[in-house]
């Protein structure tokens, strides 16, 4: 067995403090800000993982935090605010963890209903409808003030969606008529169901469809078209029954049965002219799509695709990734008419990268580049997390822009590329950099097509914050 090793020195250091909430205009700007970027910029993230001496087990239980950077001609304002949840404000009362979480159980812990988790608020946050909403995994979004980040409650659009509506963390926005698109999966033993949603840009639902599956399938993730929404599912399988009964974990109910195979699902979003059909993929699993797009009647699916699933390796806090599997964007093509995969195409790049990134103005359409983060010390043995920012381009099916930072530091959130509205050739990345020897964060931003070249800007914190998940950026 190879020797284990730290190669994630100080990481403890950006996982293991007390989150404080501000809001302040950044000052010591080092480099050039682009004149057209301007705009809100958002992120959400798990961000408390200790009370009362107890520590959460799994990055996924952590209380959501959002923060966000409004680029105006005056600078940059920097605010960061916890995500108000049922969860957060009785463990405050408390002083205590009460609820169960995703990967962590504690004793006598709480849930929904006693049937449903209680979660945090977490994982995605965007701008629909003229508000702001930040997602959790099967619960409704909480609406947030766009510039305060204050919390306003509940988002049921418009009374269509209730505590109980299945519906995922990883909404989709369709960038030509505003329409949100969203999925749940109702974790039925005998009927497990996949729900996809579409809303108007006024927040008004406009349609819920609903797919039989075979399996209580773990989904995270989906993409879509002008005509279509396709999800990749992964044998990775939720025993409901065990965590209604058992009082264990989500983490603990899932099994992973390569032997059940994996499959894609392609679905129309509005006309009813043809059947949702699948077709079989090799045994693997797929946390996040990159992309989707059509091109006459065959269908482009871009994902990360794993050997096995990545959740397990989300724990223990703050000792991530230690047997990180293998992962590389894909590329698969269906032919509409015959229903049948007729192509996979594999980029070398396998050091198991994540939070995919494309331009959202363009979603859903033919897009050559996407970013991502990726973890250089992959074959490493011991603990491990993201230090590499990846470029990948289609036309050459490769990852040939790729900027890494030195040891003991490290990148979080997904790398938001923004587009410059009036020359689409121009475009920069902004992500997360975590420095815990000096104790500090802050945000970078690159020239979106030469990032090995390294930030052409760094916008210093005067805290600490915790490494991100989802994030967004919107035009003002």
Excluded at 218 to 247: C, K, Q, W
Aim: hydrophobic fraction near 35%; charged fraction near 25%.
């Amino acid at each position: 067995m190879p020797t284990q090793i730290d190669a994630a020195p100080l990481l403890e250091r950006c996982f293991l403090f007390d989150a404080t909430e501000d809001s302040y205009e950044i000052n010591g700007i080092q480099g050039e800000i682009p004149a057209w970027l301007r705009g809100s910029y958002y992120v959400n993230g798990p961000s408390r993982f200790e009370r009362a001496g107890m520590r959460c087990k799994h990055w996924l239980d952590g209380d959501g935090m959002v923060s966000t950077l409004r680029f105006t001609d005056k600078g940059v304002r920097f605010t960061n605010r916890f995500v108000q949840t049922t969860k957060l404000r009785e463990e405050e009362a408390a002083g205590r963890f009460i609820y169960r979480g995703f990967g962590t159980s504690f004793p006598g812990d709480k849930t929904k209903r006693n049937v449903m988790l209680e979660p945090p608020n977490n994982v995605s946050v965007y701008r629909y409808a003229g508000t702001l909403l930040s997602f959790a995994e099967q619960a409704m979004p909480i609406e947030l003030d766009p510039y305060t980040l204050e919390s306003k409650g509940d988002y049921d659009f418009n009374g269509s969606i209730s505590e109980i509506t299945p519906f995922a963390a990883h909404a989709k926005t369709d960038p030509v008529n505003g329409h949100l698109i969203n999925f749940g999966i109702s974790f039925s033993a005998t009927e497990p169901m996949l729900n996809v949603y579409e809303f108007d840009d006024k927040g008004e639902m406009l349609r819920r469809r609903r797919h039989p599956l075979k399996y209580q399938h773990s989904l995270h993730d989906m993409g879509f078209t002008p005509n279509y929404v396709a999800f990749y599912l992964s044998p990775l399988i939720m025993d409901f029954n065990r965590f209604v009964n058992e009082g264990v974990s989500v983490m603990e109910s899932l099994s992973w049965e390569p032997e059940k195979g994996s499959t894609i699902l392609v679905a129309q979003r509005s006309a009813k002219t043809e059947e949702a059909f699948r077709v079989e993929v090799e045994p693997g699993y797929c946390l996040h799509v990159i992309n989707c797009h059509e091109e006459g009647r065959k269908f482009y699916m871009d994902v990360f695709e794993m050997e096995r699933p990545i959740y397990g390796e989300y724990q223990p806090i703050p000792d991530l990734f230690g047997t990180a599997p293998a992962c590389r964007p894909v590329r698969y093509i269906i032919d509409l008419d015959t229903k049948a995969l007729v192509g996979r195409i594999a980029m070398e790049y396998d050091k198991s990268p994540d939070f995919p990134a494309v331009d959202s103005h363009r979603a859903g359409t033919e897009l050559n580049d996407f970013w991502a983060l990726g973890i250089g010390e992959f074959h490493a043995s011991g603990r491990k997390f993201f230090d590499e920012l990846i470029h990948g381009s289609w036309k050459s099916n490769s990852i040939a822009d790729v900027y890494r930072v030195p040891r003991e530091q490290y990148l979080g959130g997904e790398p938001v590329s923004v587009f410059n509205p009036a020359n689409k050739d121009e475009a920069v990345i902004i992500c997360e950099h975590f420095l815990p020897a000096e104790g500090r964060v802050e945000f970078l931003i690159f020239d979106a097509f030469n990032i090995s070249k390294g930030p052409i800007a760094k916008l210093p914190l005067k805290h600490m914050i915790h490494a991100g998940f989802h994030t967004s950026f919107e035009f003002e």
